[in-house]
Antibody, heavy 122, light 109 residues
Framework: QLQLQESGPGLVKPSETLSLTCIVS??????????WGWIRQPPGKGLEWIGS???????YYNPSLKSRITISADTSKNQFSLKLSSVTAADTAVYYC??????????????WGQGTLVTVSS | SYELTQPPSVSVSPGQTARITCSGD??????AYWYQQKSGQAPVLVIY???KRPSGIPERFSGSSSGTMATLTISGAQVEDEADYYC????????????FGTGTKVTVL
C-alpha cells in the first residue's frame, strides 16, 4: 500500500524559506506513470494546487506561486521536496504531498499524505 | 487565472439525492475529478475522469459532465457522507496548470 508522509518544520519566520519533504513508501517515485506534488489548505479555507514534478525533473507549477517554489526529487531516498521562498502569513496552511496519477494526458492526486501544518510567524 | 465554481453548501436528508455542481470554462474539453474531505482528514478521491469510481468508493457516488458543468451525485446520501467536496481540473492552456474548485459543504440531516 502506497504511503506518503510529510516532514519539516511546523513554524517558519516571515521572509524565510519553507522546506518540506515527502517520504514515499510502498512505491517508487521513479514509476513511469506517476507524478508527485504538493497541495495546501489555509486554515478554514479550500484546497490550492501548488505544483507537481516527474522523476526525470519536469516540473509544473501554479502560476501564482511559480516565482517562489521549487519541487524536486531525491530518487535515491525515494522522496521529494517543496521549497517556498519569501513566506508571509498568507502561506500558513496545511501542506499535503500527493501522488499524481497520470492518465489520458492529465494527472490528478490519488494518494495523499496526512498533511502537516506550517505556520508562518515571527 | 482559471476558476472552478461550486455552490458553498448543499443540504440533503438521509436517503435522498445530493447533487454538487462544478462550473468551469474548460470543462467541455477537460476531465473533472472529485474529492471528499471530512473534518481534520486528507481529501479522498471519489470520482476521476468525469465519471469513474475508484475501487472502494460506494456506488452511491457518481459523476457526470455536460458542457461547462460537471456534477457529483450522491444517491441515497448517508450521514457519513457529510463532508466538504472539491472538484479538480485543468485549464485550456495546455501548461498543466491545475486548480481545485471553491468547495461545497454537504450537510446530511
Amino acid at each position: 500500500q502506497l504511503q506518503l508522509q510529510e516532514s519539516g518544520p511546523g513554524l517558519v519566520k516571515p521572509s524565510e524559506t519553507l522546506s518540506l519533504t515527502c517520504i514515499v513508501s510502498g512505491g517508487s517515485i521513479s514509476s513511469s506513470s506517476d507524478y508527485w506534488g504538493w497541495i495546501r489548505q489555509p486554515p478554514g479555507k479550500g484546497l490550492e494546487w501548488i505544483g507537481s514534478m516527474y522523476h526525470s525533473g519536469s516540473t509544473y507549477y501554479n502560476p501564482s506561486l511559480k516565482s517562489r517554489i521549487t519541487i524536486s526529487a531525491d530518487t535515491s531516498k525515494n522522496q521529494f521536496s517543496l521549497k517556498l521562498s519569501s513566506v508571509t502569513a498568507a502561506d500558513t496552511a496545511v501542506y499535503y504531498c500527493a501522488r499524481h496519477k497520470f492518465s489520458t494526458g492529465w494527472f490528478f492526486p490519488d494518494y495523499w499524505g496526512q498533511g502537516t501544518l506550517v505556520t508562518v510567524s515571527s | 487565472s482559471y476558476e472552478l465554481t461550486q455552490p458553498p453548501s448543499v443540504s440533503v436528508s438521509p436517503g435522498q439525492t445530493a447533487r454538487i455542481t462544478c462550473s468551469g470554462d474548460a470543462l467541455p474539453k477537460k476531465y473533472a475529478y472529485w474529492y471528499q474531505q471530512k473534518s481534520g482528514q486528507a481529501p479522498v478521491l471519489v470520482i476521476y475522469e468525469d465519471s469513474k469510481r475508484p475501487s472502494g468508493i460506494p456506488e452511491r457516488f457518481s459523476g457526470s459532465s455536460s458542457g461547462t458543468m460537471a456534477t457529483l451525485t450522491i444517491s441515497g446520501a448517508q450521514v457519513e457522507d457529510e463532508a466538504d467536496y472539491y472538484c479538480y481540473s485543468t485549464d485550456s492552456s495546455g501548461n498543466n496548470y491545475y486548480v481545485f474548485g471553491t468547495g461545497t459543504k454537504v450537510t446530511v440531516l
